[in-house]
């Protein structure tokens, strides 16, 4: 768990408690694949409301109502002019490449298989199959900021800083991302990672041990980032002052398009990825949070929201679960944390279930082999 935030002060309901930007984030590689298009540093979706539509529906066609609503400006869209990788803004161009994208930037080696960055993004594409639930990249980044920073102990620190495991929780965890075969994809990755990057004052990180920390560090602190051009433009209706029958026909076409897009692309709607955020990997989980996360800004900006009034002095907590998994009995909730996240919880829900049965219910059983795998995809990552 991490180590716990408390309230300054005190928080109403539905008052955004902390709005955060991580201190190096990453889009999943599989997104490319998915044709997702988002900004290569703050993640923001980079096709409009309505091309994401069509996208996901397979119907280019699609022509969505008050297109005025949707915010993506194409008019400043920017890419690097060595690798064509596709930023949001200048701002966003600017911002990567004075953190880490001058020794990530591939240059006229985009295509190039034999790469050694190319390489590594292509062994862990095939190792980890979609959903991620963590990105090589995002410790890539990580490297990649402490040799381009001018204060490197400085970033060593702020990453020091993130709550790590110990061995035997770190090879639980690598077990979890990669599989029964983890030891060997793990040295894999380890070899091209150190071919790729290799840094001095980081040799520690590129040792067997080293790299392992690593590895756990990115799958127990990473929080997931989705963002959807769609969604926002979703928002936006809601919020326009219509009359009733207009109200009512545009909620009817936008139900509708949900499930269309349901039935045509499942569960992949959104551009995502991860990012290490300070205050947020402090929270720890509860069965009944008092806060959540979420990314209204369509970028990599975390936004804490109070779910109910905070005390100034009481713990703010977030749940490592979803709506879904928190309904089930104590026992099925301790399961998924003690094997995605190496803890037993204690929160208020869970001691005042503490002398129910260890055992769940016929549906839950019948469901737990059907869930292992829509599990995986938040395991590692709404920490």
Request: proline share 4%.
């Amino acid at each position: 768990q991490g180590k716990g935030l408390f309230a300054t002060k005190n928080i109403r309901k539905g008052e955004t408690v902390f709005v955060e930007r991580p201190v190096v984030s990453s889009q999943f590689l599989w997104n490319a694949l998915y044709n997702y298009r988002a900004c290569d540093h703050c993640l923001r979706a980079l096709e409009t409301a309505e091309e994401n539509a069509q996208r996901l529906l397979g119907k280019s066609s699609l022509v969505l109502p008050h297109p005025e609503q949707c915010s993506i400006r194409k008019d400043l869209h920017q890419q690097c002019p060595r690798c064509q990788v596709t930023y949001c803004s200048a701002e966003c161009r600017q911002a990567a490449l004075e953190q880490y994208h001058q020794v990530l930037c591939l240059g006229p080696s985009r295509d190039d298989p034999t790469h050694p960055l190319n390489k590594l993004q292509e062994a862990w594409r095939n190792m980890h199959y979609p959903p991620e639930t963590s990105s090589i990249m995002l410790m890539a980044r990580m490297v990649a900021t402490v040799k381009q920073a001018k204060d490197k102990e400085w970033w060593i620190k702020t990453f020091s800083q993130f709550c790590s495991k110990t061995a035997n929780e770190e090879e639980e965890i690598v077990h979890k991302l990669l599989g029964d075969k983890f030891k060997g994809q793990l040295e894999l990755l380890r070899l091209l990672f150190t071919e790729a990057l290799y840094d001095e004052h980081l040799s520690r990180w590129f040792t067997p041990e080293g790299f392992r920390s690593l590895f756990a560090l990115v799958g127990t602190n990473g929080q997931g980032i989705g963002t959807s051009s769609l969604s926002q433009w979703v928002h936006a209706c809601d919020a326009l002052d219509l009359p009733m029958l207009q109200r009512e026909e545009l909620d009817a076409f936008i139900d509708q398009l949900y499930k269309d897009i349901e039935k045509e692309s499942g569960e992949f709607l959104n551009c995502e990825g991860s990012g290490l955020y300070m205050l947020q990997s402090c929270c720890n989980h509860s069965c009944i949070p008092n806060a959540e996360t979420s990314f209204p800004e369509n970028n990599f900006l975390l936004h804490l929201t109070a779910l109910e009034d905070i005390e100034a002095g009481e713990e703010i907590c977030i749940s490592y679960l979803d709506c879904c998994q928190r309904e089930r009995s104590r026992h099925s909730r301790n399961k998924i944390l003690r094997e995605n996240y190496l803890f037993t919880c204690s929160c208020p829900k869970c001691l005042v279930q503490a002398d129910d049965a260890d055992v769940t219910s016929d549906e839950e059983e019948e469901g737990e082999g059907e869930t292992d795998d829509a599990e995986l995809e938040d395991e590692m990552t709404d920490v």
